[in-house]
């Protein structure tokens, strides 16, 4: 969009605005909507007890955990210039190092101590809502985050806004 700043007309450029602030509204309630309803749904598969709405109130607090996420990235950004798959709390670092097919990098980036915290309360919330073993609550946890993280560096490998 900056590109654009010295091309645009003003009323050009305040559509441009509004339309970036509608495109991140809805990015970011489909991104809440995954978070609680989705992954909720998948976790409530193997619930004996058929405690969804348990799980959705388990998820928001992941919800609110994986927001805290967000909020790092922010002072990273405007002090550091760094990106979010770039964020030292996860291995996009690392993967920096090792590869530089982007898709990897932006698959490993997903992952951090966020996520870690992630598991844990998935797991303990997984755990007191059903009676399944624990092999299948961490399979069913671990499958649903890597579909989540690779959906995510999907989107941001493709970048949209590019392909629109």
Same mark, same amino acid.
């Given at each position: 969009? =900056? ?36 992954? =909720? ?35 990273? =950004? ?65 499958? !649903? ?16 806004? !590019?392909?629109?």
């Amino acid at each position: 969009m =900056s590109k654009e700043l010295t091309k645009l007309s003003p009323t050009a450029f305040e559509l441009e605005k509004f339309l970036f602030f509608l495109g991140r509204l809805i990015a970011g309630l489909l991104y809440a909507a995954i978070i609680l309803f989705l992954s =909720s749904l998948i976790f409530w598969t193997i619930s004996n007890d058929g405690e969804y709405r348990k799980l959705v109130v388990t998820q928001g607090l992941v919800l609110i955990i994986l927001l805290l996420e967000k909020l790092t990235y922010i002072p990273l =950004s405007l002090f550091f210039s760094l990106e979010w798959y770039s964020s030292p709390v996860s291995l996009g670092v690392l993967a920096q190092y090792v590869t530089s097919k982007s898709y990897v990098i932006y698959l490993m980036g997903s992952f951090s101590l966020f996520k870690i915290w992630v598991f844990y309360i998935q797991y303990k919330g997984i755990k007191r809502l059903t009676n399944q073993k624990n092999w299948i609550i961490w399979l069913a946890i671990l499958l !649903t985050n890597i579909f989540l993280w690779a959906l995510n560096a999907l989107l941001a490998f493709l970048n949209i806004s !590019t392909l629109i």
